[in-house]
């Protein structure tokens, strides 16, 4: 359901439509990273470290060598080494130019070994069967030292973040007061696509099929590390099996599979087994965070606190950003956002969907619920108490906020007005239910973006830019957005994506490439209508015979005479009359993150998640049975995509709160539940019953449409509403995710 408010109707944009690419998908003719097949292919596995920290001290090849089909098995030393690519995000807005890493030294680039899993050989044969022999024949000999997987998280040193006001001292003056600690485990990405790369030289240009979230920023990571020219580089990616943010940026198989293919001058498909994706393709950390609020009595916060520590690999500084929403939230003069880092013996974490505001929201928002109830107040009241009249972190204005708005139709929609506040007093089919709800928050930006925008003589239209599908639906909203400015059916728009070839993209990560998509696009069909009125004007054999370029314009798929009742001419039909087959266009567009100068308005998206769980202590079966979510992210583009996001985010959250874990060998330093029967995620039978209401008013500071992304706010705060449900159905507070039922049990 969408309520729209000050958006006008539109013909396609804004209405329900099915994924353009949704039959290709389920009759199997979508090929993956990994379903390509090139002639002469070779099959790559990695030796992974058995020890999380130590030094290699012998590597022995000699029987895996000497296996039937086995071509090499490249360690360090064995082939050219690759350079380090020097991260630039800034350079992001240079379209070209980005390259980013999350773990920074390149494959076998020293004998030390830093967590479980790190590649230390990498094995090529005939066949992937064959391959995986040898690797398993590799034999590594280490000098080993006891890894550091300790849970445990301190910082010996914390960084503010953000700061106003003395909160110390507000905090110390407070009539009322909250000081707890929250703390997140370990989460790994566990999308069903596994990373996968196949690598194949020609000459001295490399082709890649790849799993990845950024075609542009992967290709210039590979000519980085190769030394070699970007334009030597493709990188084609046209359908991902989901990342959550796991393949924003290129691990170390991608350049290991291209050096195999370089050196044997074959292809070589690397493709990682489920285990491997818990050891060296980033995870979102481990996480503890502490919050200290005070307020008057009658709701009004005087003091914010908010602390927290996330662990980070022994050789990178990963920081996961939970201070993200904290300062802009709610309304408070005294404040302090202040991080720190944990070395640990792990690989490098990277995003996971929402880094930041998600696991920063969770503990946020608990700690709201319990002002609440030491202020004997509704949470719902408190949040609408505590309403900013500005970004005080940034002393902005909001381009958009209308979080009030989500709060009350949220409540409306689940009937919130009947919640008993006693503990375990509500119930139903002789369970007792819980009540919770959380507010939600995400940043609303754009990266630069080019398109271009081909019109045909045959009525068709071509889209074109090199950006990613991560299964959000990019395909049918880059064929909307044209649909709609041309005035074509939907089916009359065809999109080519993920490809370095084409005009260069961003990364599809914080929810920014709807945003970023728009003005590209645009401009771009401005620009091939004005190529279509340049050679339109004076041309005899143009409808506009004699008239100059000045007197005519383009306008929804048409072109017309700007003075007087000429008809509009169709764009094919005029192409047609001209004898032209087609008219292209490009288009550019400069971002706004990172910001090139200090930013007008604070750009975020705002909602709010309420939360029924049901519990059964007899059976300690603990269950999410009905969320209502309501969006606030400017004009809805696709509501019927928009709603699948957010419905994928809640489904994540009730992952996150009750299930997902990732636990870590103190031995060995080994992830023990490395697979999808041991790591728990959440499945069909876990998904609550869910509605989701947007409203929209269209934020056209962002952009034209006034389009914010929808992928990642839907999983902020929905973990902190599922455990302040839980506590109003059994009166314990768990602050440690995810919940065991134990705990649950008294």
């Keep these: 359901m969408s309520a729209t408010a000050e958006a006008p109707p539109m013909r396609i944009i804004g209405h ?254 690397l493709v990682l087994s489920r285990p491997m994706m818990f050891h060296a393709v980033g995870q979102r950390p481990a996480i503890t965070q502490r919050i200290r609020l005070g307020a008057e009595r009658d709701g009004r916060l005087t003091s914010l606190r908010h602390d927290y520590v996330n662990a ?151 889209v074109a830019a090199a950006v990613q599908d991560i299964g959000t639906g990019t395909y049918t909203i880059m064929a909307q957005m044209v649909a709609e400015a041309l005035a074509i059916p939907l089916s009359r728009v065809e999109v080519a994506l993920g490809d370095t070839s084409l005009p260069a993209g961003p990364v599809s990560g914080g929810s920014m490439m709807s945003a970023s998509l728009v003005a590209p696009i645009q401009a771009a069909i401005t620009r091939a209508g004005e190529a279509l009125v340049a050679l339109a004007a004076g041309n005899p054999a143009a409808p506009f015979a004699g008239a100059k370029a000045g007197a005519l314009r383009f306008a929804e798929g048409r072109v017309a005479a700007a003075e007087g009742n000429r008809q509009a001419v169709p764009f094919d039909q005029l192409l047609r009359a001209l004898g032209q087959e087609a008219v292209s266009g490009l288009g550019r567009a400069e971002g706004t993150f990172p910001p090139k100068e200090k930013p007008t308005h604070s750009k975020h998206s705002f909602g709010a998640h309420f939360v029924e769980v049901t519990w059964q202590p007899e059976l300690a079966r603990l269950r999410v049975s009905r969320v209502v979510s309501v969006i606030d992210a400017g004009r809805i583009l696709n509501p019927l995509a928009a709603r699948n996001q957010i419905e994928g985010s809640i489904v994540m959250g009730v992952g996150m709160a009750l299930f997902e874990e990732t636990d870590y060998d103190p031995r060995s330093g080994a992830p023990v539940n490395a697979s999808l029967a041991d790591y728990v995620v959440a499945t069909n039978a876990d998904a609550p019953a869910m509605e989701v209401h947007f409203i929209e008013y269209p934020d056209t500071h962002l952009n034209a449409l006034g389009a914010r992304g929808v992928g990642e706010i839907g999983l902020a705060g929905t973990a902190a509403a599922i455990m302040n449900a839980v506590y109003h159905a059994t009166g314990i507070r768990v602050r440690d995710l995810p919940v065991k039922l134990e705990q649950l049990l008294g």
């Design 312 to 462: 980070t690999s022994l050789l990178d500084d990963y920081e996961e950003n939970c201070g993200e929403a904290t300062p802009h939230m709610y309304a408070t003069p005294n404040l302090r956002v202040a991080s720190g880092l944990a070395k640990r013996s792990i690989g490098t974490p990277t995003s996971m969907r929402g880094p930041g505001a998600v696991p920063g929201l969770y503990a946020l928002e608990s700690a709201m619920d319990e002002l609440a109830i030491a202020l004997d107040m509704d949470p719902v009241a408190l949040r609408l108490k505590n309403e900013p009249p500005l970004d005080q972190g940034l002393g902005l204005p909001f381009s958009s906020r209308h979080f009030q708005e989500c709060l009350t139709l949220g409540a409306e929609r689940f009937g919130w007005a009947r919640r008993d506040r006693r503990i375990g007093s509500m119930a139903r089919d002789g369970l007792t239910l819980g009540w919770g709800m959380a507010a939600c928050s995400w940043l609303a930006e754009r990266f630069p973006c080019s398109a271009r925008v081909e019109l045909r003589a045959d009525g068709t239209a071509r």
């Design 16 to 269: 329900p439509q099915p994924r353009i690419e949704g039959r290709l998908k389920v009759t199997g003719a979508a090929h993956y990273a990994a379903d390509h097949h090139l002639p002469g292919m070779l099959y790559a596995v990695p030796v992974g470290a058995t020890i999380a920290k130590g030094t290699i001290a012998a590597i022995d090849a000699r029987v895996a060598e000497q296996m039937p089909g086995v071509r090499a098995v490249l360690r360090r030393g064995s082939f050219p080494a690759l350079a380090a690519a020097k991260p630039d995000f800034a350079s992001v807005a240079d379209l070209e130019g980005t390259v980013y890493v999350d773990e920074r030294r390149p494959p076998f680039d020293d004998d030390t070994v830093r967590y479980y899993g790190q590649y230390v050989a990498l094995a090529v044969a005939d066949t992937l069967e064959q391959a995986k022999a040898a690797a398993d024949a590799v034999r590594v000999t280490y000098r080993a030292e006891a890894p550091e997987v300790d849970p445990a998280l301190t910082a010996g040193e914390m960084t503010v973040k953000s700061e106003r006001g003395d909160p110390d001292a507000a905090f110390a003056a407070a009539p009322v007061t909250v000081d707890q600690r929250y703390g997140m485990a370990t989460e790994t990405h566990n999308p069903i696509e596994l990373h996968a790369t196949i690598a194949a030289w020609e000459g001295d240009s490399l082709t890649v099929h790849e799993a990845t979230q950024g075609v542009v920023n992967h290709r210039n990571v590979l000519a980085a590390m190769f030394g070699i020219p970007r334009e030597k580089v493709q990188v084609i990616s046209r359908y991902l099996g989901s990342g959550f943010g796991g393949k924003l940026f290129p691990w170390t198989h991608s350049p290991l599979a291209a050096a195999a293919s370089r050196q044997l001058g074959r292809p070589v498909k």
